[in-house]
């Protein structure tokens, strides 16, 4: 800590004052004296630091005010004060309306009362400089914070390009194969091609739940909320997992709600939470089992939504960490069919989407799971507008 004296500099031009000023205050503070506005802009100018500048006000040449203001200037982080008399006090408040002093001291002054004042002064010094210096430190944050998203913009870039562009051409060359040359394959060729197929077309998943995890922080300022039905778009995303569901011979009961409406989402990002919490409720269930979405009103202006299966459930252990990114603690098993095969386990990456896009609606998620007995996952959103507001469209 610090422990050097803080320095006031005194102007006054009379030698008695600032006699009495320098031994009333010299054991607590360095005191430095002048008797013209002049010298002291010139110890202003060159001094190393100046905590508390107090001016007399009727000085030849240059008032108190004056003063004050051109050291208001060269150094705006020391405290300044006026002594006056009361027939001055006009000047006075018009100085304190222009923030040129702190405070002022009337003259006679009792010198308890000017001790309080100067320490009050010191410690207003102190604050503008702490001030100041968070003022800097913030500053350099933030200039900190725009490189990092440049560089984090950058490298979204390039790993798009860089892993988007081998995932397009393998699946694009695979499906020429299929085109042109398939007719002439063995049954082999063919199950190595769409074996090839499957997995590009895989890790062309993995790739997009990657860079959307990535881009996430920037989804808070591009959500496209629009009034939205909430029925069709459910049946949107079941229908297009319906391949998968016909491949582990599962079947999905959906149950929503006449009241379910209309909510204002991002209608892209609301369908990615459904197909992960369906693609991990696919995966965990045995072939033939039966899933279940349920959706409707919860309260009067949020909905909530279900997606269960009976599949073979989350140990406690594991529930702390299952929305950190690349958590994969499932257990697995020995029967697998098809593309999205029992137990088979990606990147991790599913359900911590879930959750960043349903918080990014102002929603919450939770789940009830254990060993065996299945899982049910439950998130519920603002409903953000009025069905009375909103024509649905037509179904």
Not at 94 to 109: C, H, L, Q, S
Not at 249 to 260: K, Y
């Amino acid at each position: 800590m610090n422990q050097t004296r803080p320095t006031l500099l005194v102007v006054d031009d009379e030698p008695e004052v600032l006699r009495s000023v320098h031994d009333l205050l010299r054991l607590d503070y360095q005191v430095m004296t002048c008797r013209r506005g002049a010298d002291a802009l010139k110890v202003l100018e060159s001094a190393e630091e100046i905590h508390v500048v107090m001016s007399d006000q009727r000085m030849p040449e240059m008032s108190g005010v004056e003063l004050l203001h051109h050291a208001r200037q060269l150094r705006p982080d020391a405290t300044r004060l006026l002594f006056t008399a009361y027939a001055d006090i006009r000047a006075v408040v018009d100085a304190i309306n222009e923030g040129n002093i702190f405070r002022y001291i009337a003259k006679p002054w009792d010198p308890l009362e000017l001790e309080s004042v100067i320490r009050q002064a010191v410690d207003q010094h102190n604050l503008i400089v702490e001030k100041a210096r968070l003022v800097e430190q913030l500053q350099e944050s933030n200039r900190q914070l725009v490189e990092a998203n440049r560089l984090k913009a950058a490298f979204i870039e390039v790993a798009s390009h860089e892993l988007n562009t081998p995932v397009a051409v393998v699946l694009g060359m695979t499906e020429l194969w299929k085109m042109s040359q398939a007719k002439d394959a063995t049954p082999a060729e063919k199950s190595w091609v769409e074996r090839i197929q499957g997995a590009g077309k895989r890790l062309a998943g993995t790739v997009e739940r990657m860079l959307k995890l990535i881009r996430s922080g920037q989804f808070g300022h591009t959500l496209s909320l629009e009034p939205t039905v909430l029925e069709p778009l459910v049946r949107e995303v079941v229908a297009g997992l319906k391949p998968y569901l016909d491949a582990r011979g599962q079947t999905i009961a959906l149950n929503l709600h006449p009241e379910l409406g209309i909510a204002q989402v991002d209608a892209a990002k609301f369908a990615d939470i459904l197909t992960n919490l369906l693609i991990n409720a696919i995966k965990f269930t045995p072939d033939g089992g039966t899933l279940r979405i349920a959706a409707g009103p919860h309260g009067p202006d949020q909905v909530r939504f279900e997606v269960a299966d009976p599949g073979v459930g989350i140990g406690e252990t594991d529930w702390p960490h299952l929305f950190e990114p690349f958590f994969t603690g499932f257990d697995t098993m020995h029967h697998s069919s098809g593309d999205y095969q029992f137990c088979k386990r990606g990147m991790g990456l599913g359900l911590c989407l879930v959750k960043t896009f349903v918080e990014l609606h102002g929603g919450t998620i939770e789940v009830a799971s254990s060993l065996g007995a299945g899982s049910t996952f439950a998130f519920i959103i603002p409903r953000g507008v009025t069905a009375e507001l909103v024509t649905p469209a037509p179904l």
